[in-house]
């Protein structure tokens, strides 16, 4: 072995050393790394009873937005005022579509809640041969983003007075088109970008609603 291999060979074994008990050689070029990654709490605020706040309305479930899944948050729901809805079902989904639209409270986008669910979606009445328990939005279900139609379903199913039980709910547009009918899974509220942009058709002779007399 040559004087010059030998040195050749040490100068690798020292450099060897230096990366290894140093780690990343330090650099003059600035490194942007991004902002360290935040964390969300979804920690749903408290609610006040009932009365204590001064709303009359009624305790109920909206499904919200947080860390990319659906969270439900107790909210006090004041009745729609100002609206001629005669059928209750309707009453009661049009005050929980207001609740999904309205903005936010400190507290909950301090918790990482928001909705997308855009501003104008009403409730109507359905039409004569739907089944019972059909909401006919403003707009057709399927125009809905999907997460927007994932928080409308399932705080529409957590309601009794618009889902029966742990039934789908049964959604309509403001056309002639059939109502169809979606279910709020576990699937459905870890990741609401996934529900069915067409829900199943129901069946118009079951349960059907009969003509409103005028």
Do not use: H, N, Y
């Amino acid at each position: 072995m040559t004087r010059l291999t030998r040195v050749r060979r040490a100068a690798v074994a020292v450099s060897l050393l230096v990366l290894t008990g140093c780690g990343i050689r330090a650099t003059t070029v600035p490194v942007d790394v991004g902002p360290a990654p935040s964390r969300v709490s979804c920690d749903t605020p408290e609610q006040p009873r009932a009365g204590q706040s001064g709303v009359q309305g009624f305790r109920a479930t909206v499904e919200l937005v947080c860390g990319s899944q659906l969270v439900g948050v107790e909210r006090i729901v004041p009745v729609p005022e100002k609206r001629q809805l005669r059928d209750p079902v309707a009453l009661v989904a049009q005050a929980l579509l207001e609740q999904l639209e309205r903005q936010s409270s400190g507290e909950e986008r301090d918790a990482g809640f928001t909705s997308v669910v855009p501003q104008g979606l009403s409730a109507g009445a359905p039409r004569p041969g739907d089944a019972t328990g059909t909401v006919r939005l403003s707009r057709k279900p399927e125009d809905l983003e999907p997460v927007a139609l994932a928080q409308v379903v399932c705080t529409l199913a957590s309601s009794d007075a618009v889902s029966a039980g742990a039934g789908p709910v049964v959604l309509g547009g403001p056309d002639a088109d059939p109502p169809r009918a979606w279910e709020c899974t576990d699937a459905v509220r870890s990741r609401p970008e996934s529900i069915p942009t067409l829900g199943e058709l129901v069946d118009p002779t079951a349960g059907a609603t009969a003509p409103t007399p005028s």
